[in-house]
T-cell receptor, first 115, second 114 residues
């Protein structure tokens, strides 16, 4: 298996622009997680899905952030409009099961820079 | 609610020396505990996990961790550090029952000095 795939790996954009991050989970996994990592706040869980349904989005910082999972093999995290404080590394992870027992597999991340 | 505290944001050891990375947890129910490692410019990968079987857990790359309920700790150790161990290490906790996902600590950066 190719593992969790994220694209793009790097994104540089200007404040106010729309940003879309993409994730392809490992085939057969039923949970998908979006995380944000910054020096100041560490690794934060933004939202997670079970069988394509959002379960908990309480970590999404504000309405500018939205996430979708239209099918089992694809998810997007969108920021509109983007702001400099959104600059971070965004990780997608997937697991079979909630992750309480089963391993979460992480993608390589997307490094977002908002100028 | 569950949480983990990693003591020390940065640990530096000499090559060949003992590695000790500290993690204390808080959980109202028996926890599952994990250590993940993140190499530069990569995602996290699982080192080892405790899921209520043996309290001493062995992981990849010579790492191990011991679950101590009385101390609410799950410290990560390796007898002899290698240069390739330089990375960020994250402790995480999950409920053994219920519907919550992993909660990660802030991470500890390990530097290995030649």
């Amino acid at each position: 298996d190719a593992g969790v795939i994220q694209s793009p790996r790097h994104e540089v954009t200007e404040m106010g622009q729309e940003v879309t991050l993409r994730c392809k989970p490992i085939s057969g996994h039923d949970y998908l997680f979006w995380y944000r990592q910054t020096m100041m706040r560490g690794l934060e869980l933004l939202i997670y899905f079970n069988n394509n349904v959002p379960i908990d989005d309480s970590g999404m910082p504000e309405d500018r952030f939205s996430a979708k999972m239209p099918n089992a093999s694809f998810s997007t995290l969108k920021i509109q409009p983007s702001e400099p404080r959104d600059s971070a590394v965004y990780f997608c992870a997937s697991s079979w099961g909630r992750g309480g027992y089963n391993e979460q597999f992480f993608g390589p991340g997307t490094r977002l820079t908002v100028l | 609610a569950q949480s983990v505290t990693q003591l020390g944001s940065h640990v530096s050891v000499s090559e060949g020396a003992l590695v000790l990375l500290r993690c204390n947890y808080s959980s109202s129910v028996p926890p599952y505990l994990f250590w993940y490692v993140q190499y530069p410019n990569q995602g996290l990968q699982l080192l080892l996990k405790y899921t209520s079987a043996a309290t001493l857990v062995k992981g990849i790359n010579g790492f191990e961790a011991e679950f101590k309920k009385s101390e609410t700790s799950f410290h990560l150790t390796k007898p002899s550090a290698h240069m390739s161990d330089a990375a960020e290490y994250f402790c995480a906790v999950a409920r053994s029952s219920g519907n919550t996902p992993l909660v990660f600590g802030k991470g500890t950066r390990l530097s290995v000095i030649a």
